[in-house]
């Protein structure tokens, strides 16, 4: 008899096992195991596995006897008695996890088949050499093809294949690494029609952990697709995801597991791929390294239950011909990741993640963030505030427009100008001309002035087809809505704006890069770009729940309003009108360059601008002068300076540099300007205290403020990277000169402890 231990296990495991099939028989005593074949076989149905215990102690003289009748008996292994408990542990291990599991996988085969014979979704099996091994109904309904037609044949064999290599080596780029493959393609019918299909190709690892099979499901997009059918470009998405690899670790690519690596071989079951015209969506997947999960993308993207509902929509969706560029890159940074080391693999993993925000030009604080004054000059400037609305709404109305007062009227024309004015724009074309000088000449009026003078330097008149009466009553109209009660954002602010922008139009490189067009727009934008400023940040009209605000959705309310109101003004009268005489279409182009660089001063976008001319303009040009030695380098040049996108860069930037330029002026004008801009912030600080609003820049109250602080906050955060960038572009060594001079003055009067904008008399 077996010893105590060992009854009770088998007792035990006869109890545990039972569930899956396993039965224990103990014939220690007899030699006629054939006696219980029958009624095990009636019970279950030849899906019993037996297990003989023999006791072959008692019969160690006896010779071994064939296995054949136990077999014949139904049993499918026998287990010599042992004594040891580990062994019967691992006996009965072995037994769960080979045949009883297997067993137990065998017997929802049926229901397996069924599924997949009921699916609605088009299913196709191949093995790893590309044969069709299985298609279900669903599969022949769609494609018109009967299993006989499929089965046992190669994926090249398949007559309506067409090769699309490009397509092809999008899907094998997943695939091959064991990642599924999802998107959308065309496949052509047996008839020869084509077909949209929203497809997820997944590979299937076996034994030796290569992959053995390839599944693919697949369902028709919506009929409203099929007249989309000249769009053949296909855009592909793989879903997030990989096949199950029980622990193994990452691998190589497998054998046999690329489809089609060349011409007839790269075909992919009877499809045909529509990929004519253009890049496709390359595959994109989450890492599968441990602890490098991106939880944003995986939730968005992740199961499959989702990716169901989402099938039409993204088949609308694959069906432009459309890829974001941060597509491309992100697929690049994908692909290279598999092949990287592990260090390079968790940096790129970083990159992801980087990538994968939306605010990709915004910088992070950092050491800044325990600075009041960068931290309320960034609130101020940057956001839209906090939201949030009071009993007490700041109205401001966009209808209330201010008429031409009467004493600006009278005719004046370049000829005509008094000669205080003339004089006080004699140096207008240099850097160092005084606006201030012109502003008390004009008594506060010197838009008109200096805009009749730049204008005609640049031909204004010539390109809009207008008279000079015309010009003037525009420029008219519009300083008459800039409101002289501001400190600051007045039409003397709007006329030193006009006059940085003609400067830097002047510069050689902006001179070869911009065309005709982009000066007038550039000129326009520059004289309308603050047009009935209230003398508030957005983020306080956002926060008192002004009308500006609400018409614009809290959205770059102020330029959206000096833009919108520009217009308006400009066209509601013909004598003012300055762009009556233009063609259609060129008045389009102007008004949308217009707009453009005026929605560029809001300064909740500045990073995105700075960072994105850099990188699209600085540094390609500095890659080109380091290889200066390459015969076409002056066309490479060109090639970057002329492009539509790059010189939409180039004019954003310019005005934004034209804009916040007052820390590159002269000194006194810097100090000038600095007090004047301080003056509204307090002015508005002191509204926010009173109306009970949010105070959105807590540092500019006027009993605590300095001022030297706020600049130097201010020339490091916002002034300093930009005016680098725009000066290796346009080469201004006077400006870089007077920024360092005034950004040590504002340092000296800091170090001195001073908060006021000049130091006290001796």
Not at 42 to 50: D, E, I, P, S
Not at 395 to 412: D, N, Y
Not at 444 to 463: Q, S
Request: net charge negative; proline share 4%; aromatic share 6%.
């Amino acid at each position: 008899m077996l010893p105590g231990r060992l009854n009770l296990l088998l007792n035990v495991s006869w109890i545990r096992i039972m569930k899956s099939s396993l039965l224990i028989i103990d014939i220690r005593d007899t030699l006629m195991p054939n006696h219980y074949a029958g009624p095990l076989d009636q019970q279950n149905q030849l899906k019993t596995l037996l297990l003989l215990v023999s006791c072959e102690g008692k019969h160690a003289d006896r010779e071994e006897s064939s296995i054949l009748p136990l077999i014949s008996a139904g049993f499918t292994r026998r287990y010599i008695e042992n004594a040891n408990i580990t062994a019967c542990y691992n006996e009965l291990i072995q037994l769960e996890y080979g045949e009883v599991r297997a067993q137990f996988k065998l017997r929802a085969c049926n229901s397996i088949f069924t599924a997949l014979e009921k699916s609605q979704e088009a299913i196709e099996i191949t093995s790893e050499d590309r044969v069709i091994q299985y298609i279900n109904p669903a599969f022949e309904t769609m494609m018109e093809y009967e299993k006989g037609e499929l089965i046992g044949k190669e994926l090249t064999e398949v007559p309506t294949n067409e090769k699309k290599a490009d397509l092809l080596e999008t899907i094998n780029s997943c695939i091959k690494i064991e990642k599924e493959w999802q998107g959308t393609y065309h496949a052509k019918k047996k008839n020869g029609e084509s077909v949209q299909q929203n497809v997820k190709i997944i590979p299937v690892i076996g034994q030796g952990g290569k992959i053995r099979h390839y599944v693919s499901l697949s369902s028709p997009c919506n009929d409203h697709n099929k007249a989309e059918k000249t769009c053949e470009r296909v855009q592909a998405e793989s879903q997030t995801g990989r096949i199950p690899q029980h622990g193994r670790p990452n691998r190589g690519v497998p054998p046999g597991a690329e489809f089609g690596q060349q011409s007839d071989a790269a075909e992919l079951q009877t499809v045909h791929f529509a990929t004519e015209g253009g890049d496709i969506q390359s595959c994109r997947h989450k890492d599968r390294r441990k602890g490098s999960l991106d939880v944003r993308s995986t939730t968005s993207r992740g199961s499959d239950g989702s990716s169901q509902r989402r099938h039409s929509s993204m088949a609308r969706i694959h069906s432009m011909t459309i890829e974001a560029p941060i597509t491309k890159v992100i697929n690049i940074i994908n692909a290279a990741q598999e092949s990287s080391p592990m260090p390079v693999a968790e940096a790129l993993d970083r990159v992801l993640e980087i990538l994968r925000t939306t605010e990709l030009y915004s910088p992070q604080l950092g050491t800044k963030d325990e600075d009041p004054h960068t931290n309320d000059l960034v609130g101020g400037l940057m956001t839209d505030g906090l939201r949030r609305l009071s009993g007490n709404e700041y109205i401001l109305s966009a209808k209330q427009t201010h008429q031409v007062p009467g004493s600006l009227i009278s005719p004046i024309s370049l000829n005509d100008i008094p000669p205080r004015i003339a004089q006080a724009m004699e140096n207008e074309e240099h850097w160092e001309f005084n606006i201030f000088e012109l502003e008390a000449a004009t008594h506060k009026r010197p838009l008109v002035y200096l805009g009749l003078k730049t204008f005609a330097r640049f031909g204004i008149c010539e390109f809009l087809s207008c008279s000079e009466s015309t010009l003037r009553s525009w420029l008219q109209i519009i300083e008459a809505n800039y409101h002289s009660s501001n400190s600051y954002h007045n039409s003397t602010h709007a006329a030193d704006v006009l006059h940085a922008t003609a400067y830097f139009l002047s510069k050689e490189r902006v001179k070869q890069t911009l065309d005709p067009i982009d000066e007038v727009a550039a000129l326009l934008a520059a004289t309308v770009h603050d047009v009935d400023h209230p003398g508030r940040t957005n983020s306080f009209l956002c926060n008192a729940g002004s009308e500006l605000a609400i018409l614009y959705n809290d959205t770059a309310v102020l330029e959206s309003h000096h833009a919108a109101l520009a217009f308006q003004l400009t066209t509601r009268d013909d004598k003012c009108n300055i762009f009556k005489n233009m063609e259609r279409n060129e008045y389009r182009t102007l008004r949308q360059a217009i707009i453009d660089m005026v929605l560029a001063t809001e300064m909740t976008k500045h990073f995105e601008h700075v960072n994105k001319f850099v990188n699209s303009i600085n540094k390609p040009l500095a890659a080109l002068e380091e290889s200066a030695s390459t015969s076409n380098e002056g066309e490479s040049v060109k090639n970057v300076l002329t492009s539509p996108e790059n010189r939409i860069l180039i004019k954003r930037m310019l005005i934004k540099c034209a804009d916040i330029s007052n820390p590159c002026r002269a000194l006194e004008q810097c100090v000038e300007w600095a007090g004047r801009i301080s003056e509204e912030y307090f002015a508005q600080t002191d509204e926010e205290k009173r109306q009970g609003l949010p105070v959105v820049m807590p540092v500019f109250d006027r009993n605590t403020c300095s001022i030297p602080k706020s600049q130097i906050s201010f020339i490091d955060y916002f002034i300093t990277d930009m005016f680098d960038a725009w000066d290796a572009f346009a080469d201004l060594p006077n400006l870089m000169q007077h920024l360092d001079n005034n950004f040590k003055y504002w340092k000296g009067l800091d170090d001195r402890k001073l908060r006021t904008l000049r130091p006290p008399p001796e």
